[in-house]
């Protein structure tokens, strides 16, 4: 191929010193790509896993994770953004089993159902921020008190409970 035809890769923006190793999973169009290219922007080393597509039930551990964030999200909110009505409930049922190991890993859970990227990648880089700074059993929760933990570092906050992030909203990619 002719070098002057080659795709110029964007560089990777510089990750934080002894940050955490981030894997994202979660099914299809529960927005992993959205919050990954987030987080290194924001210069978490992050990586989405397409675990949901694999029968290989630790594939989500072969980037070596320091911490795993799930993401939840039901099938309406699904055929929503695929824009795809008949999305089908058996391919959903399969993800979700194929997400199983990973979900009972995860150092976090996030439902993306009600809420648009920003929101999400807010509540996840505060997380990561706390993370960093201190040790993972000291976490208790994002600094907003509305927000719900639950155990196993689980956090899934209500619509209502997560400030709006300019940029956000109904047109924002998920």
């Known amino acids: 191929m002719n070098p002057r035809h080659r795709r110029r890769e964007a560089p990777e923006p510089p990750t934080l010193p002894n940050g955490p190793r981030v894997v994202v999973i979660g099914p299809c169009a529960s927005g992993k790509s959205t919050l990954v290219a987030g987080l290194r922007r924001l210069g978490f080393a992050a990586a989405a896993c397409g675990q949901e597509h694999s029968e290989i039930p630790t594939l989500w551990r072969h980037t070596d994770p320091d911490i795993v964030v799930a993401l939840e999200v039901d099938l309406d909110t699904i055929r929503e953004r695929r824009d795809a009505s008949e999305w089908p409930d058996w391919l959903y049922a399969a993800q979700r089993r194929r997400l199983r ?35 993972a059993e000291d976490w208790t929760g994002p600094a907003d008190p509305g927000l719900t933990g639950r155990p196993a570092g689980r956090v899934i906050p209500q619509k209502s409970d997560v400030p709006t992030v300019p940029g956000g909203g109904e047109d924002a990619d998920r």
């Open 101 to 135: 190991q990973a979900e009972a890993a995860a150092t976090l859970h996030v439902d993306t159902t009600r809420f648009d990227a920003a929101a999400v990648l807010e509540l996840v880089a505060s997380y990561l921020g706390e993370e960093i700074s201190t040790e």
